[in-house]
């Protein structure tokens, strides 16, 4: 099985994806996070369900977009974290392991916002 390979973007290019208007969700993870490693097999479903959804899926990476981490105070990988026209309205993990299952609920809730 192949790992999901996230696109490491600048945090200009960051910064304007998170202003976009819409429903987004960004996957914070980093090379050398074992428990980011452990959901990374998951991850190419779990954005297809988002995208099907309607929600535009990036990635950013904790060491090359850590100013972006700091501004949207996010200190714990992986996280998943939702956006709204821009705002960040809620974030799923923190520095633990999370479940597929854990990932779909977190997506059915922005789904439904």
């Known amino acids: 099985m192949e790992f999901y390979k996230p696109v490491i973007i ?3 290019e960051l910064n304007a994806q998170i202003k976009t208007d819409g429903k987004q969700i960004m996957f ?6 074992g428990d980011c490693k452990a959901i990374k097999p ?6 297809k369900y988002a995208e099907d959804a309607g929600i535009n899926w990036f990635d950013a990476d904790r060491d090359t ?9 996010i200190w714990g990988i992986p996280v998943f974290v939702a956006f709204v026209d821009g705002v960040q309205v809620d974030h799923l993990g923190d520095g633990q392991r999370l479940a597929p299952k854990e990932v779909t609920d977190f997506i059915d809730k922005l789904i439904n916002w």
Do not use: R
């Open 28 to 33: 914070m993870s980093a090379e050398w996070c």
């Open 42 to 47: 998951f991850i190419q479903v779990l954005k």
């Open 10 to 12: 600048s945090d200009h």
């Open 65 to 73: 977009n850590m100013a972006v981490a700091e501004e949207q105070d």
